[in-house]
């Protein structure tokens, strides 16, 4: 009777003790997932006048752009962007730098705007990025993009999304706004946007 009871006490305290760990470890998994969520509201306006050097570009930049730019920059696998008009050229220059590193990239872009003055869609086509597109009387006037779009454990995907078109005039003159934001729920549905799109819209090319 003796050895039975101590049987079940030593059953009792190892059942305990694996569950007080298997808690603690998930309190702390959830801990870092909370500390690893990224919600931020970026503002953009002609009154920021001031300028810093940036790794992203040639020239000063303000830091509403600079800071844009490092999340643009920032993808380890994918980046798929959807986008009304694309003219700046330190985004073409991150983009095409992301391109050669084997980050997979995908544009989705309003027809009518596509070869506009300025446009870097050329550009991004003669590197291979690929590029859709649909002609329509509507405009495609989404302005997002998605950052790792995978179902990679350690990798936490990103999007960003607002009023911001990819030119210098919204860049560095407009009053604009961008929200960059890791909550599940909000990036999954913008990715089932994008892919709905991918599969409706035809490659620039045809």
């Not at 992203?56 to 920059?73: E, G, N, P, V, W």
């Not at 870097?120 to 006037?141: A, C, D, F, Y």
């Not at 997002?144 to 960003?160: E, S």
């Not at 860049?171 to 890791?182: A, F, H, I, Y």
Request: glycine share 2%.
């Amino acid at each position: 009777m003796a050895v039975t009871l101590s049987k079940a006490l030593v059953l009792f305290l190892s059942i305990s003790f694996l569950t007080s760990t298997a808690y603690k470890y998930f309190v702390q998994k959830k801990k870092k997932e909370k500390q690893k969520e990224t919600n931020e509201v970026i503002m953009f306006s002609y009154e920021e006048c001031e300028l810093k050097k940036s790794k992203y570009s040639r020239c000063t930049i303000t830091k509403s752009m600079d800071r844009f730019l490092h999340y643009l920059a920032s993808p380890k696998y994918s980046l798929d962007v959807c986008i009304y008009v694309f003219t700046n050229s330190d985004i073409a220059n991150v983009l095409l730098k992301l391109h050669y590193k084997g980050i997979k990239i995908r544009i989705i872009i309003d027809a009518d705007m596509a070869y506009c003055t300025g446009s870097n869609l050329r550009r991004m086509e003669r590197q291979g990025i690929p590029v859709r597109w649909m002609k329509s009387t509507n405009l495609m006037h989404h302005k997002f993009c998605i950052i790792d779009a995978v179902n990679i454990d350690d990798v936490h995907p990103l999007v960003i999304a607002g009023s911001l078109n990819w030119t210098n005039q919204a860049l560095c003159g407009n009053w604009e706004n961008v929200l960059v934001t890791s909550q599940a729920d909000l990036v999954n549905q913008f990715k089932t946007e994008f892919e709905k799109l991918w599969l409706q819209f035809t490659p620039i090319t045809s």
